[in-house]
């Protein structure tokens, strides 16, 4: 995620993670065009990150050192699913349901007002 409290340009977005999504995300486009699913109704349904096994390799340092050199490589998994149209979310009339502490403080706010 993108570091929002940093001052200056201290924060980014994860450029390279997202350049991989990004491509995940048109392969799966790709594979659905090819499977003549409709590309335009694709929502993603299920997506998951897994841990693969470290790669080990070495690292050359002065004086004749050698130090571990380990990648942390992920197995991304991700289900589209084809929908006929998106649904919007009704409106509730019901009040939403408040701490019993927020009620406390409103009603102190309204007390000293």
Request: hydrophobic content about 35%.
């Amino acid at each position: 995620a993108k570091a929002f409290n940093t001052s200056g340009s201290l924060g980014a977005w994860p450029k390279k993670s997202a350049g991989v999504f990004l491509g995940l995300l048109k392969n799966a486009e790709s594979n659905a065009e090819v499977k003549g699913l409709e590309v335009d109704s694709l929502v993603i349904d299920h997506i998951q990150v897994n841990r693969a096994p470290q790669m080990r390799r070495r690292t050359y340092r002065a004086h004749g050192r050698i130090n571990p050199f380990m990648c942390s490589p992920c197995h991304v998994e991700m289900i589209l699913t084809e929908t006929e149209s998106i649904v919007e979310k009704e409106e509730e009339d019901a009040p939403k349901k408040r701490s019993k502490k927020k009620e406390a403080r409103a009603r102190a706010r309204l007390g000293a007002e």
